[in-house]
T-cell receptor, first 111, second 115 residues
Framework: QKEVEQDPGPLSVPEGAIVSLNCTYS??????FMWYRQYSRKGPELLMY????GNKEDGRFTAQVDKSSKYISLFIRDSQPSDSATYLC???????????FGPGTRLSVLP | EAGVVQSPRYKIIEKKQPVAFWCNPI?????LYWYRQNLGQGPELLIR????????DSQLPKDRFSAERLKGVDSTLKIQPAELGDSAVYLC?????????????FGSGTRLTVV
């Protein structure tokens, strides 16, 4: 079993849909969680960062962490074609260091 | 502000040949990372530098991979000799230490194809 797993996708949704992207993990020591967006042939860019359990909202994006279930989610409201990318979750037990990435979920938002 | 700059963007080499990748991090970022990203996978850490010191190279295949970070700024990652399985995107990232809000800034990567 891999340390961090994601739904592989690809996921296709119509413009305006609510998107849910999910990761599960096995290491209960993880307490720092990030979501990255990666466009084709580009490096990942940080979208959201959360610490421990709870929710965090930034514009159309909401990150949720449920440490008891070892499950994190990223919600995208009113999805746009420009949101089409691969979304990577990453997590660490050590602040700022040694982040482990999931394999990514490829999302396509269709106009 | 310029981001993390990597070169070359693409490289095609024959197996058993050497190859080198270069990274220029964001000015003032003392932590530098090299990651490898295989097709359809997330990035995997190869080596992390704090200034010029390699503080985590446990995942670097030292029989063929080497890295250096001169004067704590630019860094070079080398593979010699390259194998078919080394085909991947090599990403460089940098951050302050500790990184604000947990984030690294990644470059666009070097896409290596070994034939």
């Amino acid at each position: 079993q891999k340390e961090v797993e994601q739904d592989p996708g690809p996921l296709s949704v119509p413009e305006g849909a609510i998107v849910s992207l999910n990761c599960t993990y096995s290491n209960s020591a993880f307490q720092y969680f990030m979501w990255y967006r990666q466009y084709s042939r580009k490096g990942p860019e940080l979208l959201m960062y959360t610490y421990s359990s709870g929710n965090k909202e930034d514009g159309r994006f909401t990150a949720q962490v449920d440490k008891s279930s070892k499950y994190i989610s990223l919600f995208i409201r009113d999805s746009q074609p420009s949101d089409s990318a691969t979304y990577l979750c990453a997590m660490s037990s050590d602040y700022g260091q040694n982040f482990v990435f999931g394999p990514g979920t490829r999302l396509s938002v269709l106009p | 502000e310029a981001g993390v700059v990597q070169s070359p963007r693409y490289k095609i080499i024959e197996k058993k040949q050497p190859v080198a990748f270069w990274c220029n991090p964001i000015s003032g970022h003392n932590t530098l990372y090299w990651y490898r990203q295989n097709l359809g996978q997330g990035p995997e850490l190869l080596i992390r530098y704090e200034n010029e010191e390699a503080v985590d190279d446990s995942q670097l295949p030292k029989d063929r991979f080497s890295a250096e970070r001169l004067k704590g700024v630019d860094s070079t990652l080398k593979i010699q000799p390259a194998e078919l399985g080394d085909s991947a995107v090599y990403l460089c990232a940098s951050s302050l230490n500790p990184p604000p809000a947990g984030g690294y800034t990644f470059g666009s990567g070097t896409r290596l194809t070994v034939v």
